[in-house]
């Protein structure tokens, strides 16, 4: 029996889920009702906010402070050559405006900071990080960890990428598998090394994947295990990731706040105060 809280378009658009036993009417209407913040707009996000949207995830957060760039079009594919130049939350809200139109866009334009990250995330039930650099890495890890709201976190560099879901249970957090972000000095970027245009749409859509379930509730998601995937031989390799009894933001004895945090570029340490 069809459930009456969707209408016949609806129906229609997610009948390959709603014939699902794992998903259903339910499943979908539970991922019409859901609210997923996407951080980035970028290699990672665009296959994040392209699934997620296409699913049905009913309000969709879209956080970047940056603007399109050409060279961005090899790999970001929710933009277009028509949006160089226009901010990112803009152009990513566009496209899902043209795939449906059961999704509501909130833009957040800003960069992520110790600031506005535990408000931005909030009024979010799952958050997916697709940020590209290791201090929004930490802002995302620590506000998310201390509120209680599951997360995936993605990577990718040259030929490999990784990914790995945090839910809200007992599980690590990401400071637990990086303690502390490496010399800003020694990672170099994309602009300096390259990446190869299709390795973020494989991790965006196992961020999407996780996402998903954590919303619907099924499956085992990636908690305690780092998903390795390597383009160049095309394997997959699992690294198990281990909850630090001595983890400053998830171990025995936590932070109360980020304001405990030094946020610099290069170090993300906990203050020793």
């Not at 560099?157 to 990086?178: H, M, N, S, V, W």
């Amino acid at each position: 029996m069809a459930d009456l809280s969707l209408d016949p378009t609806q129906l229609d658009r997610y009948s390959r889920h709603i014939i699902m036993d794992e998903i259903g009417p339910e499943g979908q209407r539970a991922l019409l009702d859901s609210r997923v913040l996407v951080v980035g707009a970028g290699g990672l996000g665009s296959p994040i906010i392209q699934y997620l949207a296409a699913a049905g995830v009913g309000t969709l957060g879209i956080a970047d402070d940056d603007v399109v760039e050409r060279s961005n079009l090899q790999r970001q594919i929710v933009h277009g050559d028509a949006d160089v130049g226009e901010p990112k939350v803009d152009s990513a809200a566009r496209y899902v405006e043209r795939i449906n139109p059961d999704v509501t866009v909130e833009r957040h334009e800003i960069r992520v900071e110790p600031g506005n990250v535990e408000e931005l995330i909030g009024g979010y039930d799952v958050v997916v990080d697709g940020s590209d650099n290791f201090r929004t890495r930490y802002l995302v890890n620590d506000a998310c960890t201390l509120s209680g709201t599951p997360f995936s976190h993605g990577a990718i560099y040259k030929f490999e990428g990784q990914a790995i879901t945090f839910p809200d249970d007992d599980g690590p957090c990401y400071r637990c598998l990086f303690p502390e972000a490496p010399p800003e000095e020694a990672v170099a970027d994309c602009a300096t090394t390259g990446v190869l245009g299709v390795l973020p749409g494989t991790v965006g859509c196992i961020q999407a994947t996780e996402a998903m379930k954590l919303v619907l509730g099924f499956g085992e998601p990636l908690s305690g295990r780092l998903l390795v995937y390597d383009a160049s031989d095309m394997t997959f390799d699992e690294v198990p990731v281990r909850k630090n009894p001595d983890c400053p933001v998830c171990g025995e004895d936590p932070i109360d706040s980020i304001s405990e945090v030094e946020y610099a570029s290069e170090g993300c340490r906990v203050s020793a105060d």
